[in-house]
Each structure stands twice: as structure tokens, then as C-alpha cells.
């Protein structure tokens, strides 16, 4: 009697513990670049996010850390005000719709025959909108804007879902069916999964489209990093000629008799090193 009922409960462990399908993203190829540029000088840009979420963070994420591979050094999050000096503001919103599907109901019933959720997973469409606005950071001049529509076909099933599939074979299929309906609505726990998988390739994406309305924009002017650098020559120059005074007056308290020929040269060269 005890086995019977041992094997009743292993039965309904495994039945009914449900199957698994990895996440899986049919057609994520699509937004893979295949030619890689770079900015035609180095700019820095500042990112002003919009939108809120997990899967607005990661491409705001991914997007900052891929333009910092192309030349830029980018703040994140930048807002309006900021007293950092900027060349670019990007502005971004990113927009999310998620849709189940009408067929995770055959797929759960009768597909529970043929294990179909775990070869197959239940199908899901994440649709993302994201929006760029770019303008010179010195005027607010437009430097241009475009959006980019994600669509994913995604299949992914786990146990939460799956169970009801398993347990049809013990329940007459009565759970499979009724699991089916439920099945068809979307599953929330995939948005976190879908946002950590396609940020580096859809980041990577909307930063090429970046570069490239960057590049074909002629008129940014004098960059932060090319004012940094006439900034230090200024500063190496008076540097400079400020050391040379300062060597004159050794040298003329020398030749008044002030200070001997040891004293001059440990005055000197303490006042080089000192620079």
C-alpha cells in the first residue's frame, strides 16, 4: 500500500512539476549591426531619460555604455540645468507593449500531449518604441530625432505556467484546458528576462543611430574636450613663462652677489622641480 501511494506521489511530482523552454528570441538578429563606426571627433553626451521601468533602464544602460565605445563619454542621467558642460543632449523615451498569444492555448491543450510547452514554449510579443531627440547642448539647435520599433517574437515557458500542462495527463486534461485559457495572457515574469538579453544588441543599435546622425551633422562647433585642451596649452604656457621669471631672479640675485654658486644651483633646480 505504501508503495502504491509513494509512486501516486512521485507520479504527480513529476506530471505535474511542470516543464521548462528557455527564453528565446526568434528574430533577434534583426537589430545586430553589421557595420560599426565611430564619432568623427570625441563628444560628451549627456543622457536624459523619460521613462521609467526595468527595461527603460537597460537600454538607457546599454545605450550609454556603447556610445562610450564609439568616442563619447556620456553622463547618465543628465538633466536640464546640469552644470557639467555637454556637447549633445540625447533625450530618450522608451515606450513597452506586451501581448500574449491566442495559440498558448493549443500549445497548453491538447499540445500537453506531445510536451509541446517544453519544446516549443508558449509564444509572447514585446513591442518597444524608442524615441531620440538630439540637440547641440551650447543652443538647444536640433541636430535630429528618429524612433526605433522593437518587435520581438519570444517563446519561454516555466513551471509557474507549465504545471497545468503536466497535470493534464493525471486530470483527464482537464487542467491543461482549463490552464490554456489562462495561458493566453501575457507572462510579466519575461519582461525582466527579454530587457537583460537584447540590451548590449538593441543598445548597440539605437547607439549606431546616434553616431550616425552625429556624424552627419556639421555644425557642433568648438567640442568641451577641444576647449579643455586650448584651456591646458593656455595654462602650460603661462606656466611656462612664469618659471622663466622666477629662473631671472635667481639668476640676478647670483650676479649681485645675494647668493653663491651653491646656493644658485639648489635655488634653481628647487624651482624646476617645484613646476
Known amino acids: 500500500m505504501f508503495k502504491k501511494e ?26 545586430e549591426n553589421m557595420n560599426m563606426s565611430s564619432l568623427g571627433k ?25 556610445l562610450g565605445k564609439h568616442s563619447a563619454q556620456v553622463l547618465l542621467p543628465y538633466s536640464e540645468g546640469n552644470q557639467r558642460p555637454i556637447d549633445v ?21 491538447p499540445g500537453f500531449l506531445i510536451f509541446t510547452p ?57 487542467s491543461a484546458f482549463i490552464g490554456g485559457f489562462y495561458n493566453i495572457s501575457y507572462d510579466d515574469t519575461v519582461t525582466g528576462l527579454v530587457a537583460e538579453k537584447i540590451r548590449e544588441p538593441v543598445g548597440n543599435y539605437i547607439a549606431q543611430e546616434i553616431v550616425t546622425r552625429i556624424n552627419n551633422f556639421s555644425d557642433l562647433g568648438r567640442t ?3 576647449k579643455e585642451n586650448t584651456q591646458n596649452t593656455k595654462n602650460s604656457g603661462t606656466d611656462i613663462n612664469a618659471l622663466e621669471t622666477k629662473l631671472k631672479k635667481i639668476n640676478k640675485m647670483k650676479e649681485d652677489g645675494l647668493i653663491d654658486e651653491a646656493e644658485h644651483l639648489k635655488l634653481k633646480s628647487k624651482t624646476i622641480d617645484a613646476h
Open 89 to 109: 543632449k540625447a533625450k530618450i523615451v522608451v515606450l513597452g507593449e506586451y501581448k500574449g498569444s491566442g495559440w498558448n492555448f493549443l500549445i497548453n491543450w
Open 6 to 31: 509513494a509512486l501516486i506521489i512521485v507520479l504527480i511530482i513529476v506530471f505535474c512539476g511542470g516543464c521548462s523552454h528557455n527564453l528565446e528570441i526568434k528574430n533577434l538578429n534583426l537589430y
Open 118 to 174: 517544453a519544446w516549443h514554449g508558449y509564444n509572447y510579443q514585446n513591442k518597444y518604441k524608442v524615441e531620440v531627440l538630439l540637440t547641440k547642448a551650447s543652443d538647444n539647435t536640433q541636430i535630429g530625432s528618429f524612433n526605433v520599433p522593437v518587435n520581438l517574437r519570444i517563446r519561454h515557458a516555466d513551471m509557474s505556467r507549465s504545471w497545468t500542462a503536466g497535470c493534464g495527463w493525471l486530470l483527464w486534461s482537464a
Open 42 to 66: 570625441p563628444l560628451t553626451i549627456g543622457i536624459i531619460p523619460t521613462t521609467d521601468g526595468l527595461p527603460a533602464q537597460k537600454f538607457l544602460k546599454a545605450i550609454s555604455t556603447e
Open 224 to 226: 568641451v574636450k577641444e
